[in-house]
């Protein structure tokens, strides 16, 4: 009877064992990044609202801006920049390079998804790319200013996904940056239609552009 009522227990407690173990949670692997949403690793994502499908164009970009922030008033006498050719409120971000990177190739990614418009030689830019995107559902065009154009492969209406390889920056103080030093200027202004003002004279003009530093972590 003794044996008999010990068997019983071990096979309880054997049952209980089992049960235990095979009714464990066990933590899901955590999902991976679809490519669409994967930008370079040194760039970064921006997720203010955005789901991650707009990306910083450039690396360490949020160190990058130290000299002309969006919204800022600049003239030739005024400026954080020497010399200065332009008088106005800027219209966009600009993101720097560090020292030692003046002779170095810095990659431009494409910040957002979408079509790119068109590459151009500009006034006051040397080289710029022009592509359409979405923000908040609503269609905004994204001006990339002073990069080198022949780095640019995609033609005019092919689809750019975020955190692809759009440019490099153009060299400092020649035809490929309008003269100017070398930096990335990110003009985002809404609605469809285009407009490359790097500066308004108007305060106010400023809310039909949108401030990037916003967006970025």
Not at 41 to 66: D, E, H, L
Not at 103 to 125: D, H, M, R, W
Request: hydrophobic letters at 40%.
């Amino acid at each position: 009877m003794k044996k008999a009522f010990v068997v019983i227990v071990i096979v309880i407690l054997t049952a209980l064992f089992f049960w235990f173990f095979a009714n464990k949670s066990v933590a899901p692997a955590p999902l991976e990044t679809g490519k669409n949403f994967s930008p370079s690793p040194s760039v970064g994502a921006i997720t203010n609202g955005n789901k991650a499908t707009w990306v910083a164009p450039i690396s360490n970009a949020s160190g990058r801006i130290t000299k002309k922030p969006f919204g800022i008033f600049v003239s030739p006498a005024d400026s954080p920049v020497s010399p200065e050719k332009f008088t106005g409120y800027h219209t966009g971000v600009d993101f720097e390079i560090f020292p030692g990177e003046e002779s170095s190739s810095i990659t431009v990614y494409a910040i957002c998804s979408g079509p790119l418009l068109e590459k151009i030689s500009a006034s006051g830019y040397g080289g710029v790319a022009v592509q359409k995107c979405e923000l908040n559902n609503q269609p905004v065009t994204v001006v990339y200013g002073h990069v080198k154009l022949s780095s640019i492969s995609i033609k005019s209406g092919q689809q750019l996904k975020a955190g692809d390889k759009l440019a490099v920056l153009g060299e400092g103080f020649s035809a490929e940056t309008g003269g100017e030093r070398k930096h990335l200027h990110i003009g985002i202004h809404k609605g469809a239609g285009v407009d490359l003002r790097g500066y308004v004279q108007n305060p106010g003009e400023l809310t039909g552009w949108i401030n990037f530093a916003d967006y970025i972590q």
